[in-house]
């Protein structure tokens, strides 16, 4: 446990923490508030708790001021999370899934950059029942969120698909071995009976007030970055070595969330302390979460992440502490190199069959008038005898497809008219949004809905500069929370108010590097005129090979972000 020196050892407790340890393990009142038939919501304490079974209570935002001036109760809706290690699900899966969506939800399905599945719409009296089919499944949604380890993100490995089994299988293990042991999931949502007496019940990782906050995990496979090993909590990242797995670099500390006007909160890059062989990388998970069980702020939730902990000991206090608790030290980190960040579009061929990315606007499987997405994916899952993989870049990939079946699954796409994405522009293909209005109750700006028509009008100052097929990262959020990864992109907007976003420029285009704030508080307008003259000196001024990144801070727009302790300070004189 923390010793008396620690920052954080001080304090009187958040209210989230007596929620938590009063919960009985994380049942509170949950199967009652789901019985009363007289409100659509739960209780207050029971929405946190809820988070911790993978689902968040909201309302419809474009309706609750009409509702409130009618003395109506808040459009009360649930979303749920889907816990999948790897991002990896059957076709029987995806089958389940898409029926569930139009059952109980709106009728899409949302890919998250977490490489989850996430439900919107579903009404209180629909909760139940979408939970047991989704067990049904056998897939679940403990600890989707909450203070615990969420879904564990691993490179889908399209094109280098003899390691994706290997990496997949320890992104599974980890998943399970830092799952909450509590019976309370399967007594609320699967009807099972009480089988221990709560004095006998144990979290044996993580006790009976769970961490401080989330705690994200992410396995990456060098040459490619995509699940953003800088921005987890834990990162472990592959070493290879003549086509065979050796083990992993780990990585700690890393976080994206901050909250505007608050210094003391920023995004960080974690940093790399060492090498674990691979049969060791449960060891390593579980003493890295209980340092933060024990350490963690638990006075201030914005200041309870796990980088924070890490920051505010230092991380040669980590190292040591963490070599402690093993019995053995890490050895010295092996070397690595990545290159980028996105998606490969298209088919390919690997470990003798075949992989086909496609791109999804910001991971919204819908069916629209022009596009049946949905129709088409569904009646892929019909014959697809290999799987689907979550790309955490909201994309999709049927992968493991049969040299009989690409024929067949061909022609499904050119009927759907199911697009790889090569037809977007490179900006497009590396965008991402997180969901923001009208479900997020964070939101600050509008995020999925709008990042689509103002790619396009960045598109057209592309096609003026001759950049159309320049490869560059843009990321928006409609709060500075950090869903879609923002502070990792060569170009991000954070939402602020209503149409107006934080402007940040000079992420690494391999997401090794934090971007600067470069413009604050402004509307589309101003976006546009302040991007444009950056773009046009851009294509003129650029290196060969150098990205729109790492060329807004050579040429002083922004300073460079070595570290997330240096977010906030003041920026180059302005050009």
């Known amino acids: 446990m923390a010793d008396n020196n620690f920052p954080y050892d001080n304090g009187p407790l958040d209210v989230m923490e007596q929620i938590k340890t009063d919960s009985n393990y994380l049942r509170g009142t949950i199967k009652e508030g789901l019985e009363d038939r007289i409100t659509a919501a739960i209780s207050e304490e029971d929405t946190k708790l809820l988070k911790f079974h993978g689902s968040y209570q909201q309302d419809d935002r474009d309706v609750r001021n009409d509702r409130r001036r009618k003395k109506l109760e808040p459009a009360y809706q649930f979303m749920i999370r889907v816990r999948a290690p790897g991002g990896v699900a059957t076709p029987e899966q995806w089958l389940t899934l898409d029926d569930l969506a139009g059952k109980y939800a709106n009728g899409t399905l949302k890919l998250t950059t977490r490489q989850s599945f996430q439900f919107h719409g579903v009404l209180k009296w629909n909760l139940k029942q979408t939970m047991q089919e989704i067990n049904g499944s056998l897939m679940d949604t403990l600890a989707a969120c909450g203070d615990v380890n969420r879904n564990v993100m691993c490179n889908p490995n399209p094109y280098q698909s003899e390691v994706h089994s290997e990496v997949y299988e320890w992104s599974k293990k980890l998943s399970e071995h830092l799952s909450p042991k509590t019976n309370a999931y399967h007594e609320i949502w699967l009807h099972d009976e009480k089988v ?25 496979v060098p040459p490619s970055n995509d699940v953003d090993i800088y921005s987890h909590d834990l990162g472990f990242i592959a070493i290879m070595e003549e086509g065979e797995l050796k083990g992993f670099n780990v990585a700690v500390g890393g976080g994206m969330g901050m909250t505007h006007g608050d210094t003391n909160t920023y995004p960080q890059v974690a940093r790399v302390i060492g090498f674990t062989p691979a049969d ?61 960040n996105g998606d490969r579009y298209g088919w390919v061929k690997g470990n003798g069959r075949y992989h086909y990315t496609m791109f999804i606007q910001n991971g919204r499987i819908s069916d629209t008038e022009d596009y049946p997405l949905m129709t088409g994916l569904r009646e892929i899952a019909k014959i697809h005898t290999g799987d689907f993989r979550l790309t955490p870049n909201q994309n999709l990939i049927i992968a493991n497809v049969t040299g009989q079946k690409k024929k067949k699954i061909d022609a499904l796409i050119d009927e759907y008219g199911i697009t790889e994405g090569k037809e977007y522009s490179a900006l497009k293909r590396n965008s991402m949004a997180c969901v923001a209005f009208p479900t997020c109750g964070l939101a600050m700006a509008e995020s999925e809905r709008y990042l689509p028509s103002l790619l396009e009008k960045i598109e ?68 546009l005129s302040n991007l444009r003259p950056i773009l046009i000196q851009y294509a003129k001024e650029r290196q060969e090979g150098e990205h729109f990144g790492d060329y807004v801070i050579r040429a002083g727009y922004v300073d460079e972000v070595h570290s997330g302790l240096d977010f906030h300070t003041t920026n180059l004189v302005e050009k």
């Not at 221990?196 to 990456?220: H, N, Q, V, W």
């Open 460 to 527: 057209n100052i592309l096609d003026e500069a001759g950049l159309n097929e320049e490869e560059i990262t843009i990321r928006m959020t409609g709060c500075p929370n950090g869903c879609a990864r923002p502070g990792l992109a060569e170009i991000a907007f954070i939402g602020k108010a209503p149409g107006k976003y934080n402007m940040y420029l000079g992420g690494g285009f391999a997401g090794q590097r934090l971007n600067k704030l470069y413009r604050e508080n402004i509307g589309e307008e101003e976006i």
């Open 196 to 220: 221990l007496d709560s004095k006998e019940e144990t979290e044996p990782i993580y006790g009976s007030a769970y961490l401080p906050r989330k705690f994200k995990i992410g396995i990456a």
């Open 280 to 340: 060791r990388i449960i060891e390593v998970a579980e003493k890295v979460v209980t340092i933060q069980r024990d350490f963690g702020n638990r006075s201030n939730r914005k200041n309870a992440r796990f980088k924070y902990t890490i920051d505010a000991g230092g991380i040669d206090w980590f190292k040591d502490e963490l070599n402690e608790r093993l019995g053995w030290d890490l050895e010295e980190a092996r070397t690595f190199n990545f290159e980028h």
